[in-house]
């Protein structure tokens, strides 16, 4: 089974290591690389041809115009956040799931299940 390349987004450290974690240890994904900020994860979608990105959507330097080229490149999103209510963007650009933080692996493994 060909394994789902994944590439995580956060500007929480913990999180960046956390769910990094989650997709090594899962069967059916692939770690591709891991980012801090919104310009470099276009630059890594741009490179490499990630099928999955796990976004938290509470980005400092998240604007629209990236968040629309992120969209435009065709990875399957899963968006991550704290606050339980920004889980309605979700909806809004189709993303496959949105994860509330803390993120346990079983809701992890949920979501990402969705992408296969």
């Known amino acids: 089974m060909k394994k789902l390349r994944c590439l995580v987004v956060d500007n929480e450290p913990a999180y960046l290591k956390l769910i990094g974690d989650y997709i090594k240890i899962t069967s059916f994904l692939e770690l591709k690389g891991k980012c801090a900020n919104t310009s470099e994860a276009i630059q890594m979608i ?18 629209n115009k990236d968040f629309s080229k992120i969209l435009k ?25 949105c994860l509330i933080k803390p993120i346990v692996y079983q809701k992890f493994l949920k979501a990402a299940t969705k992408a296969s």
Do not use: W
């Not at 741009?46 to 980005?59: C, G, P």
């Not at 490149?73 to 799931?97: C, K």
């Open 46 to 63: 741009a490179d490499h041809k990630i099928d999955i990105v796990f976004l938290n959507i509470q980005m400092p330097d998240l604007n």
């Open 73 to 97: 490149e065709g990875p399957r999103i899963i968006l991550t956040t704290s606050i339980p209510q920004y889980a309605f963007i979700g909806f809004r650009v189709n993303a496959l799931d």
